[in-house]
Every structure is written in structure tokens, then in C-alpha cells.
T-cell receptor, first 115, second 107 residues
Framework: DTAVSQTPKYLVTQMGNDKSIKCEQN?????MYWYKQDSKKFLKIMFS???????INETVPNRFSPKSPDKAHLNLHINSLELGDSAVYFC??????????????FGPGTRLTVT | ELKVEQNPLFLSMQEGKNYTIYCNYS?????LYWYRQDPGKSLESLFV?????AVKQEGRLMASLDTKARLSTLHITAAVHDLSATYFC???????FGAGTRLTVKP
């Protein structure tokens, strides 16, 4: 049973479009995250979110917005896509309440290509 | 701003040899993580280091944390080809990742 899943796995779209990436976790975790991995494999956190607090990396353009319909889901909406948005986006989750480690479990990633 | 520096960024090793990857960070943190990423794959958690002096071992990999020196190490013992991957450290503050160390183990 997949712990953290993302859809779609691949997404090819044109500049200016709006798209969403979905993330679901079945681990019962209370915190979820979105990361961007660029072509040089550098990983940067974009958002972390639990039912109490959304923490936004200040460098993330406001074209990106996380939406959480419930504790098990954190979707990523991207408006007006730009070429520089092409990357692999990873969702992750952690449980910081039951265990203090905040160990994160990553989804398989979504490769976004903007043409 | 928190900075996390890994070195080396590229490491080519012979099978059977030992080596250490270093992760330095610029501000105080009491938690540090090591992840492995295979090409085209997701990240797999290797170690969670929760306190100063923490040492964890799994197979041929051993990780340690010195919070006073703001340094973590990932030691590879008697490398095998299956260890070829990219290894990332990440500091709990802001979940900032190092640039990754791309390890290649050659026969």
C-alpha cells in the first residue's frame, strides 16, 4: 500500500496554463510538505502545512498555492505556468506529534515540463 | 540565512573502500536527516539524528551528529555498487537540504 502518492507522475503543459498536482498520504500524519527539485537536483522546500499552520517559503511565487481539503491531502495549484517552473515536485508527510523526529516520507514525484 | 553545505559533491569510490561525506550547517539545529535518492526516483529516509552525539548505523552506512560543531557525517564502510546514489543531508530548521553528494561505487 503506497504511503504517499502523487498524481500525475508526468505533466507537460504550455506557458500560461494553470495546473494542479495532487498528493495523498495514508500514514495518518498531520503535516505535509511540497518540495521542488530542479534540474541540478537541488531540493527546496516550498510549503509545510498542518491543520493549524501553513508555512510558506518566502521565495515561492504567489502563483503557487497549496490547498488541503483534509488532513490526508495537500494539493499544489500553479497559476500562469512559466518555463522556470519545470522541475520535479515532491510531496512529503511527517508526524511530529507522536514521534518527535519529524521524519519525512516522500511521494514518487511529479515531473512538470512547461513548454 | 541557514546554509547547508555538503562535500564532496561528487564521489567516485572503489568497491571495498571507506569514505566519509560531510554536512556542515550554519545555524543551531538539534535535528538532522540523511536521505538517499536513486536516479529518477524519490527520496528515501536513511537516518534521523535527534541530538548531539547521536550515532546511527544501518548496514555499511553510519551517520553522526555534532551539534556544537554544526557537522554531520555519513561514513561508508567497504562500499559496494548498490550504494551508488545521491545522498542528501537536511537540517530541521526550514528543512533546508544540502546540494547532495553523487556517489558512484566502481568495481
Amino acid at each position: 500500500d503506497t504511503a504517499v502518492s502523487q498524481t500525475p507522475k508526468y505533466l507537460v503543459t504550455q506557458m500560461g496554463n494553470d495546473k494542479s498536482i495532487k498528493c495523498e498520504q495514508n500514514l495518518g500524519h498531520d503535516t505535509m510538505y511540497w518540495y521542488k527539485q530542479d534540474s541540478k537536483k537541488f531540493l527546496k522546500i516550498m510549503f509545510s502545512y498542518n491543520n493549524k499552520e501553513l508555512i510558506i517559503n518566502e521565495t515561492v511565487p504567489n502563483r503557487f498555492s497549496p490547498k488541503s481539503p483534509d488532513k490526508a491531502h495537500l494539493n499544489l495549484h500553479i497559476n500562469s505556468l512559466e518555463l522556470g517552473d519545470s522541475a520535479v515536485y515532491f510531496c512529503a508527510s511527517s508526524d511530529g506529534q507522536e514521534t518527535p523526529s519529524y521524519e519525512q516520507y516522500f511521494g514518487p514525484g511529479t515531473r512538470l515540463t512547461v513548454t | 540565512e541557514l546554509k547547508v553545505e555538503q562535500n564532496p559533491l561528487f564521489l567516485s569510490m572503489q568497491e571495498g573502500k571507506n569514505y566519509t561525506i560531510y554536512c556542515n550547517y550554519s545555524t543551531t539545529s538539534d535535528r538532522l536527516y540523511w536521505y538517499r535518492q536513486d536516479p529518477g526516483k524519490s527520496l528515501e529516509s536513511l537516518f534521523v539524528l535527534l541530538s548531539n552525539g547521536a550515532v546511527k548505523q544501518e548496514g555499511r552506512l553510519m551517520a553522526s551528529l555534532d551539534t556544537k560543531a554544526r557537522l554531520s557525517t555519513l561514513h561508508i564502510t567497504a562500499a559496494v555498487h548498490d550504494l551508488s546514489a545521491t545522498y542528501f543531508c537536511a537540517v530541521h530548521n526550514d528543512m533546508r537540504f544540502g546540494a547532495g553528494t553523487r556517489l558512484t561505487v566502481k568495481p
